[in-house]
């Protein structure tokens, strides 16, 4: 069954999407325009997920998560082994790509240009609205492709927090080692294709926007 | 209501400090000095850009900032339009969006004329949909000028506007800026390095050396009598020596090894001598005060001009060997060309510059 792993995938990674862009977007953003105390730890952390073994992602999430933790004991929600667990392991492991292509994308501006803006009467928003990011967009954009397929491919931690339990939190890459372990070679092959080209996808969309410069910009 | 800027501010950085306080009314005012000195950080204080340490800066009665009131208006209420060294076009916008950029708030129709306006004003008609990488330096130079003067500013801030111009773009813009200058009703303050552009452009000078204001007033009285030796110096003045005092209206000027007669009485404060190259004249008889022989060391030309180093008293040994410095036109050149050494070269005693060694303020 082809179907559910790929649907499922897709929904984690659509409701992970938004998270990515919006914390991204505004850690990229901050970090890039501000100084303030701690931005290195912030920054730092904000990296971690990049270099920790998924397991140890993947029990950090369990503590933030599971029993104990603040959100089930205060608030009674209990997210452990639901695909949203899934979308908040995808956007943890996917977020790091996304906060450092933004900050370098909007480090790039020069800032001449927003301080033009300001004396011409434009709000911080307006700053960041018509000059700063669509200067920024293609940079953003590259690390939100890359994020996607981050996201995508997301497996140790997930398996941990939403564990694999065939259409409801069994998302492709899941579904692969499963195969697998069935032996039910068809299934993974055809899996493995889809994965692939999802990846190559978005990974070809990120070196096409890296590549080409656009024609306003010199 | 007052029309003036009142800046009065200082600004602590780990290798500099800023400490500048001057108020300037309808005439352009021009802030020379070399990089460094604080011009540009002066405007970014101003412009909300930068924030001074401390200080108060007054625009038409306006507080724009002020430290002991806590009062600190952000750029976008200040109306104070910014042409920057290097213009800063929005990149991805066309001429026209530029210019609109500051026109918030009015009608697509109002917004549309305004713009139309501007690109006349500037003699850009016609440029509206390009975008800033397809015009030359002087085009992008008159969009940004555009752009900042759109929104009526009551202040602009023009940044060494000519710097990034080829040297033949430099004078027709020049004119051009005094024309849009002449119409505009706010307040100028001109930065420069090139004291010739500050000086055609301005009535009135600041003169800014490490951080702190070394002189103020109107240009003729600072290229006058210029007072101190940086401001000579940073004024242009190529002929400087050590004196020493010998009477009310006599010196010995050290370097140059001659008695000099002076219009200006020699007060015991004076550390040097000055006068200016373009000042030396060639008489034929030695009739007045402070003529001496001289020989030419070293020429070297300018497009009409040439430069002479002249030794004084005896002839010079090798090219690097002179006292003074003198400008002449090529025509007055071609006179004197081939007269014998030694030729005469007079100090006009009313043309000295009688100057402190140390800074004033």
């Known amino acids: 069954m082809i179907a559910p792993p790929l649907l499922l995938s897709l929904r984690v990674i659509l409701v992970a999407s938004v998270f990515i862009l919006g914390l991204g977007l505004g850690a990229g953003t901050l970090l890039a325009r501000q100084r303030f105390p701690g931005h290195i730890v912030v920054s730092t952390l904000l990296n971690l997920p990049l270099v920790l073994p998924p397991s140890v992602v993947g029990y950090g999430l369990l503590l933030t998560l599971g029993r104990g933790s603040p959100l089930k004991e205060w608030f009674g929600i209990d997210l452990l082994f639901t695909w949203q667990a899934a979308a908040i392991a995808a956007t943890v492991v996917a977020l790091p790509l996304m906060v450092e292509s933004t900050r ?26 018509r000059i700063t990011l669509p200067l920024a967009y293609r940079g953003i954009l590259a690390g939100f492709g890359l994020s996607l397929a981050r996201g995508l491919g997301e497996f140790g931690a997930t398996l941990m927090v939403a564990g694999s339990i065939p259409g409801r939190t069994q998302t492709m890459p899941l579904a692969i080692y499963d195969a697998v372990q069935r032996q039910d070679y068809t299934l993974a092959n055809a899996l493995v294709l889809i994965m692939t080209s999802l990846a190559f996808g978005l990974l070809w969309w990120v070196r ?8 306003n910009l010199h | 209501m007052p029309r003036d800027l009142i800046v009065d501010i200082q600004k602590q950085r780990p290798q500099f400090t800023l400490e500048v306080a001057f108020r300037s009314d309808h005439e352009p005012l021009g802030l020379l000095g070399t990089s460094g000195s604080g011009k540009s950080m002066t405007l970014r204080c101003i412009a909300g850009i930068e924030t ?22 952000p750029s976008r209420e200040r109306k104070v339009g910014y042409l920057f060294q290097h213009y800063a076009l929005f990149p991805h916008l066309t001429v026209a969006q530029n210019i609109a950029y500051g026109l918030r708030g009015r009608s697509k129709a109002a917004i549309h004329r305004q713009v139309a306006e501007q690109l006349q004003q500037v003699q850009l008609i016609g440029f509206d949909h390009r975008y800033p990488h397809q015009l030359s330096g002087g085009q992008q130079q008159r969009v940004a000028l555009a752009r900042a003067l ?23 813009l020049e004119k051009q800026l005094l024309k849009t200058l002449s119409r505009y009703p706010g307040l100028t303050l001109f930065v420069s390095h090139n004291l010739e552009e500050a000086y055609r452009v301005c009535q009135r000078l600041l003169v800014l050396a490490d951080g702190k204001v070394v002189a103020e007033g109107p240009k003729q ?4 009598h210029p007072g101190t030796l940086s401001l ?50 060639f008489p034929d008889q030695a009739t007045q005060p402070n003529t001496f022989p001289a020989w030419v060391a070293w020429t070297s030309e300018t497009p009409h001009r040439l430069s002479l180093y002249l030794k004084l008293g005896q002839p010079p040994s090798d090219h690097e060997d002179y ?9 007055r050149w071609a006179e004197m060309n081939g007269r014998p050494f030694p030729w005469l070269v007079h100090l006009d005693p009313a043309q000295l510059l009688l100057l402190e060694g140390v800074s004033r303020g």
Request: net charge negative.
């Open chain 2, 323 to 331: 006292h003074l410095q003198a400008e002449v036109f090529k025509d």
């Open chain 1, 104 to 129: 370098a994308a909007i480090a790039s501006v020069n800032p001449e240009l927003e301080a033009a803006a300001r004396t011409l009467g434009a709000s911080e928003l307006e700053v960041l609205g």
């Open chain 2, 221 to 224: 009285t600072i290229f006058d």
């Open chain 2, 52 to 73: 001074p340490t401390q200080g108060r800066i007054v625009l038409n009665g306006r507080v724009l900032f002020d430290s002991a009131l806590g009062i600190n208006l």
């Open chain 1, 208 to 215: 096409w926007l890296e590549g080409t410069r656009n024609p």
């Open chain 2, 232 to 281: 000579a110096q940073l004024t242009g003045c190529r002929n400087l020596s050590p004196l020493q005092r010998q009477s009310n209206h006599t010196l010995a000027a050290l370097d140059w090894g001659c008695i000099l007669q002076t219009l200006e009485p020699v007060r015991l404060t004076h550390t040097h001598i000055g006068i200016r190259a373009h000042r030396l004249t």
């Open chain 2, 150 to 172: 759109a929104p009526n500013p009551e202040l602009l801030l023009l940044d060494e506007p000519f710097s990034a111009l080829d040297a033949h773009l430099r004078s027709e």
